[in-house]
C-alpha cells in the first residue's frame, strides 16, 4: 500500500555513471539511464523484443540498447531500431516521469500526466554551497511504514543506538507531535544533558567542549510520500539550545528518503547534511561513517517486526503519545492513497 | 504434528546466560531468559507495542525489556512498565511454563494449567555425579518423527556411520521390540563380534584391549513426546555382556531430545552421557567431538528424505520388522495427539 | 512442457564414475548409477522403504544398495533384497530406459515401451577419431526453450559476446531459416570481414594468420527435442568459405544438450567439436576453458529474460525473421507435446 502519483527517490547519479541501473520501485521494474544529451530516463525494464531485462544492456549516444540482440529504445518508452528491422509496428514500453534534483534521482510510478516536478519539496542543504552532504543506501525487508515509524519516534535511540546516540534522557523528554500543512512535525527538547558519544564526537568535530552540559534537540518533519528530514543537534547548555549561536552547537539534519519496493521491502536512502565545515571532506566522510553503523543497527529490528507482524496480521499495534508521529504520518499516506482509489 | 501438552527440550542454560534467546518451539515464536531471581522464563516473541522481537532486547533485573523502545515485559506476559507510560490497559501477551531442570531449559507449549513439572522424567545420569554429559545442538529440516524413526532403527548405523559406528552384525542381529508402560524399548544384541572404530577408542579410553572379540549391545527407549535414550556398549566376550562388570566394559547413554520447531523441522539436542572417568573433561570433548562428527552424518539423508515424503505425500511408507521401534513410538505420539483433538 | 517420450541427455559418465549421481529430469528425481556388467540404469530417487534417496547409497556389485537401511534395490525398480527381510511383496519403484552413447548418459522419462535407442541421432563427431571434444554443464533458471531460440539467433553474440565472437556483421548479414525434415537449420554467412579476437586465436591454433580478412559461417540445426548442433568457422576469404579446404580454415561444432530440469531450469550440456589438431588435448582444454566463458554469459541474461516473462505471462514475445530459428524450433517442439497428449 504505497500512494504512486508521488515522486520518490529512485536512485543516485552515481549508480547510473557506467551503465543503466535495474531497480524496483512501487512493485515496477525500471531501468534507470542517462539519455539524450545526459538527461536522466526511465522506462520499463523488459525488452519488448523478448522480455530480455534493458538493464543488462548499455547507453549508446544517449539511446538505450538491450544487451541480448540490440533493439534501441528511447526514452518515451518507443522502440527507435533494431538491427535489420522495421520497428513501427513494435510494441511500446512504459515509460516513467524523472527528475535530477538535489543530488538525486526522482521517479513518480503513478499516473505520468500528474507529474509536476514542482511537487518535490524544496531542499535548502541541498543547494546552499554551506551545507555539506554525505549519505548511503540500504535495501530493507519490511514495508517502507515501519522505516517512517522508526523515524517519528526516536525513543527507539536510546535501546537500538545506545551505545552511540541513545541516552535515557531521550524517553524521559516529552514529545511533541503537530501537523502544519503538509508536514507532520514531532520534537523534543532535553536541557542540561551530558551529550551522547556521537555528540561529543560532534562537539569535537566543531571545536567545542564535550565535557560540558549540553541542550539537545531532535524535530522530525515527515513529508508525504515518505519522506523524514530530522533536525538534530546539540548546544552548550544555556546558549539557546536550537536557536543558539553556531559557535555555541553542532547540527546537522538527517536525510531519509524511504521508497517502497514491494509490500514489504523498501529502498532506505540515508544521510546528514551539515552547515559547518561544509568544505571538509574528510569529515564528511567520517560523519557518514558513522551514521552508516548506526543505521545498520535498525535493520535487523525492523525486518523481524515486519515478521511478527506478518505472522499475526490480526494484532492490532498500540498508538501511544510517542507513536503519534508515525500515526500522523500513516494518515497522510492514507489520505493518498484514498485519492488514487478508483471512484 | 506434534503434541502440545507435554514438556519439550527448548535450550541450554549457555544459550541465555548472557542475552534473550528466540526460538520457535511447535511453531510459537518464544523468547527464553532468566527472569527474576535467576528463574528461566518464556514469553511470546512479540511486544505488544509495535510488534518488535523481544529477543533482540536485554534483561535488566530480571524483567525482559524490549529493545526497540524500552517495554519492559513480566515473565507473566504482563506489561511491567514503559518510559513515560501507562501500561495497564496494555495488552498481555501469551507466557509459557517453562522448568529448568537436568541442564536443559523445558517448555510447555500446550496448556498452561496442565504443565505439571512432575511429568519430566527423571534423568538419573544428569543428576548422578558419577556419570558425566557432554551434547550438542543441531537444527535439522525434517519432521521430528523421523529423527524418532532414525534413533529407533539403528540398523542405519552400517550403512550411515559406515566408517565409527556401523558394522555389518547390526543387521544380522535380531532386534527386540516392545511396549513397557509408557515407553517403548528396542534392542539388540551382538555377541563374539569385533568392535567398530568407535567402540575401540571407547575401550582403549576405559583401559580395555580394543582387539579382542566383544559382545555389543543397544538397548533405545523412546518416551513420549519424542525422547530417545539409547543404552550403548561392549564388554569383552564373555564376561556378561549388557550384565558384565565395570571392568570389562565400555558403555554409555546415547541422550536424544527432538523438540519440533514447525511441521517439518525440529532442534536436535544430542548427547552422550557415560559412568566411566566422569570427572576426565578432556575425555567428555573428545567424545562429544566424534559424536557431534556422526550425529552431522544424518541430517542429509534426513532432509532429503522429507523432501521426498513431501514430493509423495500417497505414498506409503513400509514399516518392517526393524521399523517397529518407530511405528510404536509413533502410535504413542497419535495417542497424545487424539487426546488433545477437542471433542 | 516438455517432451518426455524423447531421449535427454541426463549426465556424463565421469559424474557417475564413483557414486550414484541424483538428478532431476523433466521434473522426475532420477538417481543414475552403474549396474551390472557396468551397464548404466536409472531408477527414481527414493527407497521403498522409507523414501530416503536412493543417489546417497552407493553400489555394490552392480547394484544400488540404500544409503540409509541397506535396501538392493534393481535396475528394474524391484527391489532385490535388504537384510534381514522377506522383499518379494515391496512396492517397485519407476526405472527410466537409459543408454551409454557418444559420450553421453541418455534417459528416456517418458513411457518405457516407446524407447527405443535406435531414436537417438547420430553423432558423426562423437565416433570418429578424427574429431574432438570438449565441454562442460551448467545449471540454468530458465525454460529450456529460452536456450533454444539463444541458440537459434545468433545475433545475440554480438551483444552477449561482444568482447571474443560477437561483431556488428552478424547482425548485418542476412539470415535463412528452413525446416529439413526433422531438423530447424538456420544458417548465417558472413564475406570478407576480420574475425573476432576467439575467432582470431582459433586461425593461430590452427597455424593460420589472423590479421587478414575471412569469411565466416554459423549454421545451426535444431533437432528435437532439444539438440543444437552449430557448424561454426572461418576461413581466409575468398578460399571458399564453408567449402574451404582444411589448410584454409578453422571451424568446428558448437554442441548444445539442453534438458529441462523444472517448467522453469534446466540442464545445459554445452561443448565444442574440432576436427583439426584432435590428439591435441592441451588446445582441448583450452578451447573448453574460453567456451566456458563465453557461454557463461548467457546465464545472467537468461534467467533474467524468465523472470520478466514470469511476471508478465500476458505480454506476447515478438516473432521477427531473425527469431525464425526459434519459432520453428518451438513448433517442432509443441507438435511432440501434441502427439503425448493424451486423446
Redesign the interface.
Known amino acids: 500500500m504505497y500512494p504512486k502519483n508521488t515522486w520518490y527517490v529512485a536512485c543516485t547519479p552515481d549508480e547510473i555513471a557506467t551503465k543503466p541501473l535495474g531497480r524496483q520501485i512501487c512493485g515496477e521494474?525500471i531501468v534507470f539511464y542517462r539519455g539524450p544529451e545526459g538527461k536522466v530516463a526511465a522506462v520499463e525494464?523488459?525488452c519488448?523484443?523478448?522480455?530480455?531485462?534493458l538493464s543488462?544492456?548499455f547507453v549508446r549516444e544517449g539511446q538505450l540498447?538491450?544487451?541480448?540482440?540490440?533493439l534501441e529504445m528511447g526514452c518515451d518508452g518507443k522502440v527507435i531500431s533494431?538491427?535489420?528491422?522495421r520497428v513501427r509496428g513494435?510494441?511500446c514500453i512504459r515509460s516513467y516521469p524523472v527528475e535530477e534534483r538535489y543530488g538525486f534521482i526522482w521517479v513518480w510510478t503513478g499516473e505520468a500526466d500528474k507529474a509536476d516536478p514542482a511537487l518535490i519539496h524544496h531542499l535548502e542543504w541541498a543547494v546552499n554551497p554551506e551545507w555539506a552532504y554525505g549519505g548511503g543506501l540500504y535495501h530493507i525487508n519490511c514495508d517502507y511504514r515501519l522505516m517512517v515509524?522508526n523515524l517519528m519516534?526516536l525513543?527507539?535511540e536510546?535501546?537500538?543506538h545506545a551505545s552511540s546516540i541513545g541516552q535515557k534522557e531521550i524517553?524521559?523528554a516529552?514529545v511533541n507531535t503537530k501537523v502544519e500543512g503538509e508536514q507532520v512535525v514531532t520534537s523534543r527538547y532535553m536541557e542540561n544533558i551530558m551529550a551522547p558519544p556521537f555528540w561529543r564526537a560532534a562537539l569535537r568535530g566543531n571545536g567545542l567542549a564535550d565535557d560540558v552540559p549540553v541542550d539537545r534537540w531532535q524535530i522530525c518533519r515527515f513529508s508525504p510520500p515518505s519522506h523524514v528530514m530530522i533536525e538534530v543537534g546539540v548546544a552548550h547548555a544555556g546558549k539557546g539550545g536550537y536557536h543558539a549561536e553556531p559557535q555555541h552547537k553542532a547540527s546537522s539534519i538527517v536525510v531519509d528518503f524511504i521508497t517502497p519496493e514491494t509490500e514489504t521491502s523498501h529502498w532506505y536512502f540515508w544521510g546528514m547534511a551539515r552547515n559547518f565545515k561544509p568544505e571538509d571532506a574528510e569529515l564528511t566522510a567520517t560523519i557518514r561513517e558513522g551514521q552508516g553503523k548506526i543505521f545498520s543497527e535498525d535493520r535487523?529490528?525492523l525486518e523481524?517486526?515486519q515478521?511478527?507482524?506478518t505472522?499475526?496480521p490480526e494484532?492490532k499495534?498500540?498508538m501511544?503519545?510517542?507513536?503519534a508521529g508515525g500515526v500522523q504520518s500513516r494518515r497522510m499516506i492514507d489520505q493518498l492513497l484514498a485519492q488514487e482509489k478508483p471512484a
Open positions: 521494474k525494464d523488459f519488448p523484443h523478448r522480455g530480455a531485462p543488462l544492456g540498447v538491450c544487451g541480448y540482440h540490440g533494431m538491427p535489420g528491422q513494435f510494441p515509524d519516534d525513543t527507539h536510546t535501546y537500538v524517553d524521559e516529552p535487523e529490528m523481524l517486526q515478521a511478527n507482524i505472522r499475526h494484532r499495534l498500540l501511544l503519545n510517542i507513536d
